[in-house]
């Protein structure tokens, strides 16, 4: 075998190894150390999560154990799932639209009212703030929808 096809199949093999070692671990280590706190930031809530899975192949992402925990003040509203497995079909990832499935097991919401009838909601209930421009829009300014529920 000459020099060519030997580092050839070198470069492929090591390049794989790469993608088979961050996408086992390094993205799962990554998920959990930064996504609690993003989303504590957002939601102003207490997040935790057990444990990030991501199969590079597979293009899988499996998130177990999350956990949304109001704020101090509505330390007793909260909301669980036990699992969020989400899967992006890779053969449209060149598409315009790639598709997801998120998966959703076991959720869980449990919200209280104040003694005055007033309803303090965790951050995920809280309307989202409306944009000031129109770069919310989607590139043909038609206004479709980006998500698709079935």
Do not use: C, H, K
């Not at 790469?18 to 150390?33: D, F, K, N, S, T």
């Not at 969020?84 to 959720?107: G, N, S, Y």
């Amino acid at each position: 075998m000459s020099a060519l096809p030997r580092r050839a199949l070198f470069t492929t093999a090591a390049l794989l190894a790469l993608w088979a070692l961050g996408g086992y671990l390094l993205v799962p280590w990554l998920i959990e150390r930064e996504l609690p706190g993003a989303l504590q930031a957002r939601l102003d809530a207490r997040v935790s999560l057990g444990e990030a899975r991501f199969d590079p192949f597979l293009m899988d992402l499996a998130l177990s154990d999350l956990v949304i925990e109001g704020p101090a003040e509505a330390a007793t509203e909260r909301f669980a799932v036990a699992l969020v497995d989400v899967d992006l079909q890779a053969r449209t990832l060149l598409e315009i639209a790639p598709v997801l499935t998120v998966t959703v097991e076991a959720p869980s919401l449990r919200l209280t009212r104040a003694a005055d009838g007033a309803r303090p909601a965790l951050g995920l209930l809280r309307p989202a703030p409306q944009p000031a421009t129109e770069a919310a829009q989607d590139d043909t300014g038609n206004g479709a929808p980006r998500l698709l529920l079935t």
